[in-house]
């Protein structure tokens, strides 16, 4: 009777967590679209401050060199060019995406800093939409069998022994 509990509370878990994963994903998109805006801007600025001294960008980047601040910021500027070009690529084909690719390219690539900002704002709520209520059935069934394997795993050796001692 206590497995059976543990079980259904595994699966119970298991739902919560996953029917969370629809919403997360939504509002991760929010939080790259907000982090391309904001890097479009920075790029839009180097350009044109590039443009203005008659440079192009890289010639631009080369030129800060020299002292310890001008080459901190010319690693900040090129790692901002370089996630710019990954926001670029990855936000429409996010936009346009379903609860469930957007979810699977959330785990396949997912970009640190946005990930690491949507979980801190992230607020889990109830299951609303049939996305999240299969979210939610998947998970119930992931963390039945989960719970179940953990469950069964301390009795293992136990069973293997007395199969043994049964076939001697």
Same mark, same amino acid.
């Given at each position: 009777?206590?497995?059976?509990?543990?079980?259904?509370?595994?699966?119970?878990?298991? +739902?919560?967590?996953?029917?969370?994963?629809?919403?997360? @994903?939504?509002?991760?998109?929010?939080?790259?679209?907000? =982090?391309?805006?904001?890097?479009?801007? !920075? !790029?839009?600025?180097?350009?044109?401050?590039?443009?203005?001294?008659?440079?192009?960008?890289?010639? +631009?980047?080369?030129?800060?060199?020299?002292?310890?601040?001008?080459?901190?910021?010319?690693?900040?500027?090129?790692?901002?060019?370089?996630?710019?070009?990954?926001?670029? =690529?990855?936000?429409?084909?996010?936009?346009?995406?379903?609860?469930?690719?957007?979810?699977?390219?959330?785990?396949?690539?997912?970009?640190?800093?946005?990930?690491?900002?949507?979980?801190?704002?992230?607020?889990?709520?109830?299951?609303? @939409?049939?996305?999240?209520?299969?979210?939610?059935?998947?998970?119930? !069934?992931?963390?039945?069998?989960?719970?179940?394997?953990?469950?069964?795993?301390?009795?293992?050796?136990?069973?293997?022994?007395?199969?043994?001692?049964?076939?001697?």
């Amino acid at each position: 009777m206590i497995l059976r509990v543990l079980t259904l509370a595994g699966g119970i878990i298991g +739902a919560g967590v996953a029917a969370q994963g629809p919403g997360f @994903s939504r509002a991760y998109v929010f939080e790259l679209e907000a =982090a391309e805006r904001t890097l479009s801007g !920075v !790029v839009a600025h180097f350009d044109a401050a590039a443009s203005a001294a008659g440079l192009d960008r890289e010639a +631009a980047l080369a030129r800060l060199r020299g002292s310890a601040l001008l080459e901190r910021r010319r690693i900040d500027l090129t790692r901002n060019l370089e996630r710019h070009t990954t926001l670029e =690529a990855q936000v429409p084909r996010l936009q346009t995406a379903g609860p469930f690719l957007r979810s699977y390219y959330l785990l396949r690539a997912p970009d640190t800093e946005a990930l690491h900002a949507t979980a801190q704002m992230f607020l889990p709520t109830a299951p609303r @939409s049939r996305a999240e209520v299969i979210f939610a059935a998947i998970g119930f !069934v992931a963390g039945t069998a989960f719970a179940r394997l953990l469950l069964w795993l301390p009795t293992w050796p136990g069973r293997y022994c007395r199969r043994r001692a049964l076939r001697s």
